[in-house]
């Protein structure tokens, strides 16, 4: 049963709703709280909202993302508003000029993590799925109707900002919209790091160039792009995690035999080992997310590391939309406390799991009601029936001290007489482990690694599950993400290297025209170095060695109107074509570089100095500022409409 509508063809939502009359204003009603912005309050302060065209909502409403392909999602609002508010009006603060060059960073390594390497991962999701997208006359009329209601201001010889300029090449008329709808598409060139690079924080993940008349959309991207914080966060994450437990293994678990013949199954083999280490770390994630959008790129960020997952999302989407079709991550059969209280006896319930998949890993909450007890009472009970099912029994607690729980699993199931092999001073079941997925976290996993060994049992006996831990609990600042204006040139040629400097320190950016380099073997091409941000003068000489080589590629260039220059083709088709398997072998060899001595390189930590020093020595005017022609028009709200503002607002209020 469908949905009713409203008159423009909406679906009726119970939250809020959005009215538009053909011959009307736009009513906006909060229907989840007190405040009511009507019409006659958007018209006392001179900002009447401008009668809504259905035609336009429900041409970008009923338009798909890139490739306009049936089942694609559908965007919340146009391309041409993907952003924060404050970014629609910057487009008139800049000052003109022939180029203007951004670029996106971790200032700092994982938060609470003693280990800077850093893992660049989501740059393919967010220009597929938005920055590559055509830009319609529909995305731009659906902007400028909302705009025209959302921003306060200014006005250009009477018209809202936002209106189309008329002409359109009088520039100073002109807004970021109508060179939009001139060119059709984000007129920007974007270099970045390839996915499943390790970096080091300070080193650019993307450099935005934009030059001549769209050069003040440099930075109108930023929002969007430093969204990659979050998968980024989420694979390095991860990525510090497997570290723990590879070092817990190497402690406790022999290293394969060489020139055993490889046996997925057999962890004495080089791939047995490899497939039962990544299992190790499970994501549990995918119901805490806050939606499936988030789940998807911090569910793929996390398998690259790992082949595990209970996210069913990321999983079917790593292997259809990034693998071509070949699987990424494994789950097994486990229960849930509800299945486990549905049955008379919980050893009924796990005599049924192993009739039900016999032959394979089992997973079995254990703490519905005593966890203690089932371990002592019911694991003798089942363990004969287990071995004959030709199972593995997989315990899993969930309340309590977690790291009691784990150590609690293991002496029962060495009490119970799973078969239990003492390799190198460490005990190894068969048979028989545990997973521990309740409150973890990747200081909780060292805590539980350490005590595990203490007691000279095998890591290899214990599994993890991060849910909240893995996708949720992270945020811009874990690596302080952020994304900086660097360099202008101004019509003339004069140039400009521009840097944030607070005098109270903690978030200085890197000034100029920079590149990321490697060092490469001269006769294989390999890198063999750690990537190094460089002045471009200095990385140009650099690469002029033969051996050095630029890190970045091309992975969008909308720069030109009907077309992609050839050299920015070659690179963006590289980068679109790799699978998600050659980005986490990147990931692999990247990792286990030597990341000593400092990611950025003196040449550009001399020239940040230089900048610095300039801009401490900057002056103010010694006079006020003066209006030289009082009856200039202003971009301002009118004094009438401010005052009116400041009433209605302490009225709402």
Known sequence: MSRPKDSNGFPIRSTAMFKAKP????????????AVIKREFLESIGSA?????????????DELVPGSRDGDRRYECPMTVMTDSYK?????????????????????????????????????????NFISRPLSTSDISAARTFLQNHILGPRVEKQQYFNAAAPLAKTEQMNYL????????????IEAMPEGSVIRPNIPIYIITAKDEHSRLCTFLETILTMLWYPCSVATLSRHTKTLIEDAYKKSVPPPVEGKADDPTDITTKLGYQIHLESRLHDFGFRGC?????????????????????????AYYAQFMLNGGIPVAKSIPATEHSVMTSFQSEIDA??????????????????????????????????DYVIAKKCTLIVRPDSGDATEQVLLALEYGEKAGFECTNVNGFKQFKNYAVIQGDGINYHKVKEILDAVMEKKYSACNVAFGMGGGLLQKVNRDTMSFATKLCYLRRYGGKEVHVMKAPKAGGKMSLPGKMMVLHEIDTKTKSMIGPHIVYTEDEGKRKIGTGRFKNSMQVIYDGTMENTTPAESQISINAFLAEKFQDVKNRLNR????PHEGSAIDQSLRDFQQRVLAEITAREFPKTPLRVINSEMQSNALPPSSTTQLLQMLDKLC
């Open 178 to 189: 109508d060179l939009l709808l001139k060119h059709g598409k984000w007129p920007v060139k």
């Open 350 to 383: 796990i005599k049924n799991l192993c009739d039900q998949f016999a032959g394979g890993m089992v997973a079995c909450v254990w703490d519905a009601y005593n966890y203690e007890r089932l371990l002592r009472e019911g694991l003798p009970l089942v363990k």
């Open 49 to 61: 909202p401008v009668p809504l065209n259905p035609a336009i909502i429900t041409t970008f409403r």
């Open 88 to 128: 629609t009006t910057h487009f008139l603060m800049y000052e003109e000029a022939e180029e203007m060059r951004a670029y996106g960073e971790c200032r700092e390594k994982f938060d609470k993590i003693d280990d800077n390497r850093i893992v660049v991962y989501g740059t393919k999701y967010y220009i597929e």
């Open 290 to 314: 806050t939606c499936v959008e988030q789940s998807v790129l911090g569910g793929c960020a996390h398998l690259l590391n790992f082949g595990g997952s209970d996210t069913i999302s990321a």
């Open 23 to 34: 011959n009307d204003g736009l009513d906006v009603i909060n229907r989840g709280g007190d």
């Open 590 to 593: 990247e990792w286990q570089l």
